[in-house]
């Protein structure tokens, strides 16, 4: 019995194997960040290192992507990282969404959620772990970015807008 569990199982991960999610690499940029944001040789190189990877229309995959089902796992965290920031499209979103999520820049960093420690774990991607010094490089220039919106928009056109809640029915 055992022995037929276990050939069910290693035939599954065999098959598996076949089943592949399409890959993040487009390289399209529709609205790139750069084309409106002042994004300095270092920021973008940190940039580039730790975030991108989640954040944008270009993935560069590690080896063991190649393996099911760690390269759904990997799917799972590029969509949602874009769906939370992605740096290809960042200026098609209104001006006020584009002010919070450099602020949200701000706060996942001070925060230490990202990059994610699943990411850096066990030494992998090694190089996506910030040093103090490229947090505040991080930080620094996306509080720079807030304080251009500041200057070239109207406050009122900076503040991300409440959406009102349903009533609720009386039943």
């Not at 089943?19 to 993040?24: D, G, V």
């Not at 270009?58 to 949602?80: A, M």
Request: glycine share 4%; hydrophobic share 35%.
């Amino acid at each position: 019995m055992i022995k037929k569990i276990l050939l069910g199982l290693i035939a599954a991960l065999i098959i598996i194997q076949f089943i592949r999610p399409e890959k993040n690499i487009s390289n399209a940029q529709p609205a790139p960040m750069s084309a409106e944001y002042a994004i300095p040789e270092n920021v973008q190189g940190i940039l580039n290192k730790a975030c991108t990877d989640c954040h944008s229309n270009t993935t560069e995959y590690p080896w063991y992507s190649n393996i099911q089902p760690v390269s759904w796992w990997l799917d799972g965290h590029i969509k949602d990282g874009k769906r939370h920031l992605n740096f290809d499209d960042f200026t098609t979103l209104p001006i006020a969404r584009q002010n919070h999520k450099l602020e949200e820049i701000i706060e996942v960093i001070e925060e230490g959620e990202m990059p994610l420690k699943s990411y850096t774990a066990l030494g992998l991607h090694s190089e996506a772990q910030l040093s103090e010094a490229e947090k505040n490089t991080l930080m620094s220039w996306a509080k720079e970015q807030m304080d251009m919106l500041k200057e070239n928009y109207p406050a009122d056109s900076l503040v991300m807008k409440r959406r009102p809640r349903p009533q609720e029915e009386n039943h």
